[in-house]
């Protein structure tokens, strides 16, 4: 790969197991490229791409080209020129996870593309979920909503002894009769563990159970395939990992849930035509899911975000963002008073650690006074999960392949100083 701290990167490789296949990979040339490109990497050490990526130029062009064109000839007619542009950035998505183009909707982010999926579901009291101990903390909190307002049971599958979903523990709970859908978390917003949802997958194929992934902190860090995911729905969110605009999304419907008729509760006139006072006709492809107020300039930019991932390579980020957070990781636990919080069978690009009697809020502050961006989360994002563990608070710093080791080195080395000074 040939950029920065080798024997890291190898002794990283090693830890997964991972087959590096050849190729042209993360050289120093092409990380100087990526980070001239990413106007904010001049003014600050950004390591909060769970939270939202720095934007590299050309999807910030695609943005704001389009709302100049929209201001200009006006945002109907703007839409109109940029027909065949728009059309390809579902193309670009469905290449991105291992789709088509028809299994593809736009959406306003993952939370929405998760809403629109599971209100395609009629459920009635006693009808269960099952889900995990680290899904995202809004889907828990609308797990809960419907078992109040349907009366619906969430049922949480137990964790392998190492951390993470067990997927054993879901074809348990799953085969109850009233289970009526499986939701996975892939990758916790509070954690860096990747969860099996491989094999929850293949639990659910098995079971013929429907299957939503939440793959929010999975698309632009890690491959995606939904076909190896064997899952019915992908929600995702552009501003993460994926490096796009805020306040735009995709997800993902299979033919199994198209072909079954599947469509959200409040479908409007984009997603289906009313073809009859009493009657409408839903949209054969995932646009179904679709609203009719389309943010055209945030599609594009998404659409950018895509094209521009899959220049990178998305094997290319995974290994080089996974190796900075393996650093980060071996770095931070050797500052006394803290605890490394990931665990499970692999990590990801996010790296969560919580230190003794001090409030990771504190950490947040002091690290965004020296223009280093991190963030906290706090025990109620993981509720269950925080609480088993006694966790409070945690530091959370989430590197990506335009990242540095010596960001990663300098953020850490803020951590220790305001550590040893308190």
Not at 263 to 280: F, I, N, T
């Amino acid at each position: 790969m040939g950029y920065g701290d080798a024997q890291a990167l190898t002794c990283y490789r090693r830890a997964r197991k991972v087959t590096i296949v050849k190729g042209i990979g993360a050289t120093q040339e092409r990380v100087d490229h990526w980070r001239s490109e990413t106007p904010g990497c001049a003014s600050r050490v950004h390591l909060n791409n769970a939270g939202a990526g720095l934007m590299p130029e050309p999807v910030v062009s695609a943005c704001i080209d389009h709302l100049r064109l929209e201001a200009e000839t006006g945002g109907y007619e703007a839409a109109g020129v940029r027909s065949k542009e728009v059309a390809s950035v579902y193309d670009d998505l469905a290449r991105l996870i291992g789709s088509r183009p028809q299994n593809i909707a736009i959406v306003a982010n993952a939370t929405a593309g998760f809403i629109q999926a599971i209100s395609s579901f009629d459920f009635s009291p006693g009808d269960v979920i099952v889900t995990t101990r680290a899904d995202y903390t809004s889907y828990q909190i609308q797990f809960l909503s419907l078992a109040d307002r349907v009366g619906v049971v969430v049922k949480h599958a137990a964790d392998l002894p190492e951390g993470g979903v067990d997927p054993d523990s879901v074809r348990e709970l799953a085969l109850d009769p009233r289970c009526r859908l499986v939701h996975v978390s892939w990758v916790p917003t509070h954690s860096g563990i990747i969860q099996d949802a491989e094999g929850v997958g293949q639990v659910c194929s098995d079971l013929g159970v429907p299957y939503l992934v939440d793959a929010c902190q999975a698309v632009g860090q890690m491959p995606v395939d939904v076909a190896r995911l064997r899952c019915d729905y992908l929600s995702a969110t552009a501003r993460k990992f994926l490096r796009g605009p805020r306040g735009v999304g995709f997800m993902y419907a299979s033919d199994g849930a198209l072909a079954r008729g599947d469509h959200p509760l409040y479908v409007d006139m984009r997603g289906a035509k009313w073809v009859d006072e009493g009657r409408y006709e839903i949209d054969q492809t995932a646009i179904r899911y679709e609203d009719c107020e389309f943010p055209y300039a945030l599609v594009l930019g998404v659409g950018a975000a895509a094209r521009y991932a899959l220049d990178v390579g998305i094997e290319v980020a995974r290994d080089r963002a996974f190796a900075l957070a393996w650093r980060a990781r071996q770095s931070l636990a050797a500052i006394p008073g803290c605890r490394v919080l990931d665990g499970g069978r692999e990590q990801c690009a996010i790296v969560t650690a919580s230190f003794s009697n001090i409030d990771a809020k504190d950490i947040v502050a002091e690290l965004s006074r020296q223009q280093i961006n991190v963030t906290a989360s706090l025990r109620w994002y993981g509720l269950i999960d925080f609480t088993d563990r006694q966790v409070e608070s945690a530091v959370r710093l989430s590197p990506h392949y335009y990242n540095t080791e010596e960001e990663v080195d300098e953020a850490v080395a803020a951590i220790a100083g305001f550590v040893a000074s308190r």
